[in-house]
């Protein structure tokens, strides 16, 4: 059975893009792997701690068998959310574009998660690249929304989105070795026809790829283009 891990992270519980492209998403992957487990976490509802100069001294530089009850219960956040991570085969990431990143709650929860030792480990032995993964075989979907648009490859505001693109950066700590899949709503802000054909074509992008992610195969001849990016 495989479990999926929804992170949820839009300010908004009504009228928010990003929670009906999700709500879409396990609905057309539940019709077909019915037996998935779902795993639901709502960063907004309640957004991880931040890092505090105690967190950071404690995982660099305390043995874990050392660890005194205040420092366990520093952690105990990013235990849990680790736990949940390391459990899990596919990370269904759904978030806005918050000032051309991702919203606070969903960095506060990659730094929690992207911890050494647990997450990676670190070793200057290793040259220049001394810091590894150590999750591995995990899928990533990332369904955004953006309220402007041409963020794409070539489009006047590429240089902008520092939201997929940064999200990709970190991937690896997750456990995604490959590159993650990618659907995405643009103009929200503008209401147009721009916005009406970007929300369609969005949710004709999640048939095919859930069809793609659920299928040995990885067809789908009837519906969709099945052109979800990979970035
Ligand atoms: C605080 C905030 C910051 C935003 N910053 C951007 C931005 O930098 N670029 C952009 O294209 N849209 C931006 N937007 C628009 C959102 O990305 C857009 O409304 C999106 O649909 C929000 O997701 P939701 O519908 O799931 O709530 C911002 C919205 C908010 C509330």
Redesign the pocket.
């Known amino acids: 059975m495989k479990t999926i891990l929804e992170l949820q992270c839009?300010?908004?519980k009504t009228?928010?893009?990003?929670?009906?492209l999700s709500a879409f998403f396990l609905q057309e992957w539940s019709k077909r792997q019915p037996k998935t487990r779902i795993i639901c976490r709502d960063l907004s509802n309640t957004p991880p701690p931040f890092v505090t100069e105690e967190w950071i001294a404690t995982v660099f530089g305390v043995e874990e068998a050392d660890y005194t009850q205040v420092q366990k219960e520093l952690l105990a956040p990013s235990d849990e959310l680790i736990g949940e991570l390391a459990t899990v085969d596919l990370i269904l990431m759904v978030t806005?574009?918050?000032?051309?990143?991702m919203p606070a709650a969903l960095k506060a929860w990659f730094d929690q998660v992207i911890r050494v030792n647990k997450t990676f480990s670190f070793d200057l032995a290793r040259g220049n690249q001394p810091i590894e993964p150590i999750l591995s075989g995990k899928t990533l979907v990332i369904l955004s929304?953006?309220?402007?648009?041409d963020?794409g490859l070539g489009e006047v505001n590429e240089s902008?989105n520092h939201l997929e693109t940064h999200i990709s950066s970190c991937r690896h700590f997750l456990g995604v070795e490959s590159e993650p899949y990618l659907v995405h709503?643009d103009y929200?802000?503008f209401g147009d026809t721009r916005f009406r054909a970007s929300k369609e074509q969005a949710f004709r992008d999640i048939e095919a790829l859930v069809f793609q992610l659920t299928d040995p195969n990885g067809h789908n001849p009837t519906s969709g283009t099945g052109n979800a990016e990979h970035i």
């Open positions: 839009s300010a908004r009228r928010s893009i990003t929670r009906e806005p574009m918050y000032n051309y990143g929304s953006r309220g402007e648009g963020f902008m709503v929200q802000e």
